[in-house]
């Protein structure tokens, strides 16, 4: 089981999601696997090693700015983390959540 949990700027909690998420025995996934636990800082993919440009907006400027690459970069790594596509509320909570950093 998967909870997350939306905070405001003091960490006070504005809403809770739940998601079950299927691995294989061992295997342990989520945002921080990938992007680390500072989304101001650059990541690493898990697999592949490749850079990954910082999530938070206030670091990567270029993070928001084209609608395609958005909805193609919500597709895969919904499906890779959450293993399953995200709704369009967990979509507007993670942007607002990355916009706020």
Known sequence: ????????????????MRSVV????GEQR???TCH???LTKP???????????????SANSERLTDPAKVEKWFGRNCRWTLGR?????EKG???R?????
């Open 43 to 57: 990541g690493k993919h898990a697999t592949t090693g490749k850079p990954i440009e910082p999530l938070a907006v």
């Open 22 to 25: 299927q691995l294989q025995p």
């Open 1 to 16: 089981m998967l909870y997350f949990h939306l905070l405001d700027k003091d960490f006070n909690e504005l809403q809770r």
């Open 93 to 95: 909570d993670f942007v």
């Open 36 to 38: 680390g636990t500072d």
């Open 85 to 89: 596509d995200c709704t369009p509320q």
């Open 30 to 32: 989520s945002c921080v």
């Open 97 to 101: 959540y990355i916009q706020s950093l």
